[in-house]
């Protein structure tokens, strides 16, 4: 059943669901597309727009309409991590900013989360830190997206890659792969809740995805099981290739893996033809940073994480 909370009569309303309607999707999905265009960042990550369709355990839906009952602001909270803090993220219509809606939709994601709350800033902007600072929230994490020119594979750089002895590599069956890729990302992201309980609706939601090609989804085998991936993406607009997900199980790791898959993804992306490549990491992963500097990455911009004090 949707909770519905009214929130400071006659100026707004502020409403909890549990499920959104599909209008109601279709006009958040319009709202982040257009702060998108506005801020030139994602305000809502790519797992957020997917959980808007449908019910899905421990995620709540706060959305915010004027009077008028347009839409102008939008809030997330995902409540399914067993140890950490809930995690949110919102977006304020850029038509609608500067009268309150921000904070209303960060108090109440406070008092929804218990006052147990992680929130992203996805590109860090001032008005983020402020409303984090206002809110009493800390910074916790730092996600950098890092960027380097592909070209052509003469001048991407990359030597074809050395595989492990006894390692090959092959593109994604859907359907076929489905567990044992899940299996392998599971152990490959056990320190890292956000990916690495990756389920196989979530899956499925990104194989239905206008993107998705098995054909940029590379498996690495060892004596018939998957020890390590990399599944890349293509973004078609914007001219980006995605270094969308590399992983290796734990006993595969430390034999140079994770870098020939890299290569192998990174060579592909070339080979299309796109002028750029992207990858996300954490500040805080040294040798992850490390490694791919050496592979010509720079730090383009970084998405922040704040939290209330623990």
């Not at 900013?97 to 994601?109: E, F, N």
């Not at 991936?229 to 290739?241: D, N, Q, R, S």
């Amino acid at each position: 059943m949707n909770d519905v909370v009214n929130e400071t009569s006659g100026a707004r309303r502020l409403d909890v669901l549990e499920e959104l309607t599909p209008a109601e999707a279709q006009d958040v999905l319009r709202l982040i597309a257009e702060s998108a265009r506005s801020d030139g960042q994602q305000a809502v990550s790519e797992q957020g727009r997917l959980q808007l369709r449908g019910r899905r355990e421990g995620v709540r839906h706060l959305v915010l309409r004027e009077p008028s009952g347009e839409l102008a602001g939008y809030a997330q909270l995902e409540d399914t991590d067993p140890v950490e803090a809930p995690a949110a993220e919102l977006v304020v219509h850029p038509a609608h900013r500067g009268q309150g809606h921000g904070r209303a939709l960060g108090v109440t994601l406070l008092k929804e989360s218990g006052k147990r709350l992680r929130v992203w800033a996805h590109g860090g902007h001032a008005s983020a830190r402020h409303l984090a600072q206002v809110l009493g929230l800390t910074l916790f994490r730092e996600l950098r997206q890092m960027r380097r020119p592909l070209g052509s594979l003469a001048e991407l750089g990359i030597p074809e890659p050395t595989l492990p002895e006894g390692v090959t590599v092959r593109t994604f069956r859907p359907g076929a792969d489905d567990a044992a890729w899940l299996a392998a990302n599971a152990a490959a992201f056990a320190h890292h809740p956000e990916q690495g309980s990756l389920t196989q609706r979530d899956l499925d939601d990104r194989k239905g995805e206008a993107w998705f090609d098995p054909e940029g989804f590379f498996l690495a085998e060892r004596g018939g099981e998957v020890v390590g991936f990399h599944w890349t993406k293509v973004h078609a607009e914007e001219g980006l290739g995605e270094v969308y997900v590399v992983g290796v199980r734990p006993d595969a790791q430390g034999g140079g893996l994770g870098r020939a898959l890299t290569s192998i993804g990174l060579r592909h992306l070339a080979a299309r033809g796109l002028p750029t490549a992207m990858l996300y990491v954490d500040a805080d992963n040294f040798p992850a940073v490390a490694v791919y500097e050496r592979l010509g990455f720079g730090t383009h911009e970084t998405d922040l994480m704040y939290r209330t004090e623990t």
